[in-house]
């Protein structure tokens, strides 16, 4: 199969296995909304589940992946570097978990320092139970960063849809049960999906003999220590110290979107009750065209072009930089016209229902378009940093991705009194602009002017949108008005 048929085949089946779970995470949302609607109980779940999924979101789009497959790519022996590599991570979340079990109250006020002590108290005991998902979830992107590089995409992109099955499954079971506990039964549900995720990578791994090589990489593994061969012991130490090298900055340059709603989160429990809700609700549909194109595609397009940069072939990598980012422009610019001229539509049709009021369909439609603005810029961003981590630049990236997200403060700190949750919305854009230029002038601007120097592909774009602008107002105007008014 040729190299663009297989990152089209890659693509699309990130896309669908993307949008497969997504689905399930909109009836997840859609159910814990009309359950919960959006008030105390809402926001102790989302503050609980936000660091789990901070991470998660960093393991699976971002800093590992980005920083093993390079690594492992180079690898002299893949099994002990691997297994070493699971062995080192997997002990310090397990430890980290327990750390947060025994001080809960303490990593509660550090993630909602708004919140007063009563909710503090109420929100302890969710905390420490959603954060054992972190190690569950770095099992599920260890394994799926080992899928991609056999070019193994579909577990990947589908797995994420049992841990919300997990979830509807577990309201269903808590249906008609006080807040609280559905809470509970929430983050129970949260475990059970990252075990089920667990469960169906193990298919693939084992059709693949990676489980030979995780048994003859552990055997390995003790005979270097066992018999203090110093020769291997060196080469293991030299690989695992490269790896470190790139991660902790990769673990900054690869996490601005969700770091800065991570940031968001904490300030918005200092505004009204259900701004952060309003946050959650409003960025969850963001991230679908973010996840649907921006990350399928760079998922697709990483370990081909880290493998073409490591066997010196620039100009093909270029080439299929410059597919991916036409791909990608067409898919968000479409997104973001939609999504601005619909934003109450949308937000209406998925959430106001139950105890999601008219009120709260307003405030997300609001603070979904702010994040709009922001989607191109984020989404573009995603494969040109590629770039510089298949040239091992994670420290560069890491700078970039450091001044937008301070930038991101500065204006949060900024607008947040005047404007709200809006406000924090966009300033997450804002730092989205900032770090797509700063990635360009990092990328090159001379490769940048060509991969955009090509009238017919704009020409076509303008038309595009254009014609969609047109036809979203003929819509709201004449059908939309007739159902509902917003």
């Not at 997504?22 to 919960?36: E, H, N, Q, T, V």
């Not at 030299?238 to 900054?252: D, R």
Request: charged share 15%; proline share 2%.
């Amino acid at each position: 199969m040729g190299l663009k048929n297989l990152f089209k085949k890659a693509f699309f089946t990130n896309s669908s296995g993307i949008l497969c779970s997504r689905i399930f995470g909109f009836l997840r949302d859609l159910s814990m909304a009309s359950i919960l609607g959006a008030g105390i109980y809402s926001d102790i779940f989302f503050i609980a589940f936000k660091l789990p999924n901070l991470f998660r979101r960093i393991f699976s789009e971002g800093a590992f992946t980005q920083s093993f497959l390079p690594s492992f790519i180079s690898s002299k022996k893949k099994g002990n570097f691997s297994v070493a590599i699971f062995l080192i991570f997997f002990s310090f979340l397990v430890f980290f978990s327990i750390l947060v079990y025994f001080f809960s109250g303490f990593f509660t006020k550090i993630l909602a320092y708004g919140f007063d002590d009563t909710t503090i108290m109420l929100a302890k005991p969710i905390v420490a139970i959603n954060f054992w998902y972190l190690s569950l979830i770095f099992c599920v992107n260890f394994f799926s960063s080992l899928l991609q590089y056999k070019n193994n995409f579909w577990v990947s992109a589908y797995n994420t849809a049992l841990l919300n099955i997990a979830m509807i499954l577990a309201l269903f079971l808590a249906n008609g049960k006080d807040s609280y506990e559905i809470v509970y039964f929430l983050s129970y549900g949260v475990l059970a999906g990252g075990i089920a995720q667990i469960l169906l990578h193990c298919y693939s791994l084992y059709r693949l003999r990676f489980f030979l090589l995780f048994t003859l990489g552990f055997r390995d593994l003790c005979s270097i220590f066992k018999e203090n061969n110093k020769a291997k012991k060196s080469i293991l130490k030299s690989e695992i110290k490269s790896f470190f090298k790139q991660f902790f900055p990769a673990m900054l340059g690869s996490s601005t979107a969700q770091i800065a709603s991570f940031i968001d989160t904490l300030l918005a429990s200092f505004l009204a009750s259900g701004s952060i809700s309003y946050l959650y609700y409003a960025n969850r549909i963001f991230q679908l065209p973010l996840a649907l194109f921006a990350i399928a595609i760079s998922t697709a397009l990483f370990p081909m072009v880290a493998k073409m940069i490591k066997n010196d072939n620039e100009f093909e990598a270029l080439k299929l930089l410059k597919n991916a980012f036409w791909i990608l422009v067409f898919c968000l610019c479409i997104c973001v016209i939609g999504g601005i001229n619909l934003k109450n539509e949308i937000i209406w049709l998925l959430f106001e229902r139950g105890n999601f009021t008219r009120s709260d369909t307003l405030a997300v439609g609001s603070i979904f378009s702010a994040y709009l603005i922001g989607l191109l810029p984020f989404g573009l961003a995603r494969i040109f940093s590629l770039w510089l981590y298949s040239y091992k630049k994670q420290a560069l990236a890491a700078k970039i991705s450091a001044i937008s997200l301070i930038c991101g403060v500065v204006f949060s700190l900024i607008l947040m009194k005047p404007f709200g949750a809006f406000g924090l919305a966009l300033s997450s854009s804002i730092a989205g602009f900032v770090l797509f230029i700063l990635t360009i002038f990092a990328f090159g601007i001379d490769k940048f002017k060509n991969i955009i120097n090509d009238k017919k592909f704009v020409i076509l774009l303008i038309i595009i949108l254009v014609v969609e602008y047109a036809i979203l107002k003929i819509f709201k105007y004449y059908l939309w008005s007739i159902y509902v008014y917003i």
